[in-house]
């Protein structure tokens, strides 16, 4: 592979574990990808879902990082319509205040939640309306040169943290390729639209301060095993912990339970979701995601490990690693 490899860690609760085992597991998996030279790890904001722990996540990404040396962390991405731009530009301000040249934002409009959690968090529905604006605010706050008169963000005036725009359809696209800045398509859980998208984020792309170039970070789950049915078999798994992930937040599916949704249309549908997954020994993996990154015109990719204990996602993470040679090194 000739591109970086990143990871997105979901923070994922076990069945039987707790958020506490989860944060242990995402720190062990951070220190295993630094040790194995992925580029960055990333953390999604999603909220009242039973097997996600990462609902917090600047402060999931503080004590990563303050348990790691030098590998990138970020989010992957805040939902930035939850919350004001002042608040987020405060946040990783501090983060990068702390450890500096290691933190990425990432950037999504999707509440990350359903209707009744939107409620809970205060979130007006129009909120998404106003993301492209509330993007250039914090920017704004980030670099120093805020667009609202006498507020600057402390910390985080002049600490500049990358911004990337995240998405799973066309508008993520246009809005990244007209601020000039990197794109994350999030074709691990929504494939529909990735050539498309990144077509038009290629062609409209308008250098910025922060980026002279388009970058396109493709997602893609991977599951890799010294055995390819153990590899499928850890794939079974992880399609009955997504059913729960999207059809059952909230609460935990028994196998039987998850079983009887794949099999319904609405199962089918979760299952086109995850189209793009590698599955299989290293060297299956490997040649998997080079004609990824080639379908998918990638700069880099993110991979989901998707592995259902936090043994297995270790295992995996060095698997491709030692498949994937200069790309992580």
């Not at 205060?122 to 706050?141: I, K």
């Not at 074709?187 to 396109?216: C, K, M």
């Amino acid at each position: 592979m000739s591109v970086p490899i990143s990871i997105l860690d979901l923070a994922t609760i076990g069945r039987g574990k707790t958020p506490r085992d989860a944060m242990e597991g995402s720190v062990a998996l951070a220190q295993k990808a630094e040790a194995t030279g992925y580029k960055r790890v990333w953390y999604a904001e999603h909220h009242n879902m039973a097997s996600i722990a990462s609902s917090a996540t600047s402060v999931l990404i503080a004590h990563v990082a303050a348990n790691t040396q030098t590998i990138r962390l970020g989010a992957g991405g805040i939902m930035l319509p939850n919350h004001a731009p002042l608040t987020i530009a405060e946040q990783f301000g501090t983060l990068e205040s702390l450890h500096p040249g290691r933190i990425d934002l990432g950037l999504g409009r999707a509440p990350g939640s359903d209707q009744n959690t939107m409620r809970a968090l205060r979130r007006d529905a129009s909120a998404a309306d106003t993301f492209p604006r509330d993007v250039q605010e914090l920017q704004g706050f980030l670099s120093g040169h805020s667009l609202v008169p006498g507020v600057q963000a402390i910390p985080g005036a002049g600490t500049n943290v990358p911004l990337y725009i995240l998405g799973s359809s066309l508008y993520g696209a246009t809005l990244a390729a007209a601020l000039g800045l990197p794109f994350g398509f999030a074709s691990h859980f929504a494939p529909g639209a990735l050539e498309e998208a990144v077509a038009i984020y290629r062609r409209n792309f308008t250098p910025s301060e922060q980026s002279d170039r388009p970058w396109v970070i493709a997602g893609v789950g991977v599951v890799a095993a010294e055995v390819e049915s153990d590899a499928q078999e850890q794939f079974r798994h992880a399609s009955r912990r997504r059913v729960g992930h999207f059809l059952a937040p909230g609460r935990t599916l028994t196998d039987d339970e998850a079983d009887q949704i794949l099999e319904s249309p609405q199962g089918q549908q979760l299952r086109a979701m995850m189209r793009y997954c590698a599955i299989g020994t290293p060297a299956q993996v490997g040649d998997y995601l080079d004609d990824f990154t080639r379908h998918a015109d990638a700069d880099e990719l993110i991979v989901v490990h998707q592995s259902p204990s936090i043994e297995a996602r270790l295992r995996s993470v060095e698997l491709l690693a030692e498949v994937s040679g200069q790309a992580v090194a």
